[in-house]
């Protein structure tokens, strides 16, 4: 099994290699957006009745419209090899890629910052902050 900091430098990588970090010099506010973009089409997915563990398949088709060519998305099998996977998953995994992605562009050992807060949280109370959520 890959380590956390494995994935991280995989994540850089494939990422630094597609060109998302051309022209250099995005802001830590920028990531963070990104981030926070990929956590909001998870909810999307959830307000639309996705339950947390269902995928789907989407594959793009062009279209016409007014002689005019637009692509749009349609449902397809996961074999399919235009198949982009969809839903609560992916889009976690998307989360989860875009923070592995900033933990390598900034060096951070995320095993040991994920070891140490996991550590610090099980020396709290229960429930700490006696909050609704």
Not at 31 to 55: I, Q
Not at 85 to 104: K, M, T, Y
């Given at each position: 099994?890959?380590?956390?900091?494995?994935?991280?430098?995989?994540?850089?990588?494939?990422?630094?290699?597609?060109?998302?970090?051309?022209?250099?010099?995005?802001?830590?506010?920028?990531?963070?957006?990104?981030?926070?973009?990929?956590?909001?089409?998870?909810?999307?997915?959830?307000?639309?009745?996705?339950?947390?563990?269902?995928?789907?398949?989407?594959?793009?088709?062009?279209?016409?419209?007014?002689d005019m060519p637009y692509k749009i998305e349609v449902p397809c099998e996961k074999d399919h090899p235009?198949?982009?996977?969809?839903?609560?998953?992916?889009?976690?995994?998307?989360?989860?890629?875009?923070?592995?992605?900033?933990?390598?562009?900034?060096?951070?050992?995320?095993?040991?910052?994920?070891?140490?807060?996991?550590?610090?949280?099980?020396?709290?109370?229960?429930?700490?902050?006696?909050?609704?959520?």
């Open positions: 099994m890959k380590s956390l900091n494995q994935l991280r430098d995989e994540c850089y990588k494939n990422s630094k290699d597609h060109g998302f970090h051309d022209p250099p010099g995005k802001s830590v506010g920028d990531d963070v957006a990104l981030m926070h973009s990929e956590l909001s089409e998870l909810l999307e997915d959830f307000r639309n009745g996705r339950k947390p563990n269902e995928a789907y398949y989407v594959r793009k088709v062009q279209v016409f419209h007014d235009d198949a982009k996977p969809c839903g609560i998953p992916s889009e976690i995994a998307d989360v989860i890629i875009r923070a592995f992605d900033f933990c390598g562009k900034h060096n951070i050992d995320i095993e040991r910052a994920v070891e140490e807060k996991m550590a610090f949280n099980r020396s709290r109370p229960y429930r700490h902050g006696n909050k609704a959520l």
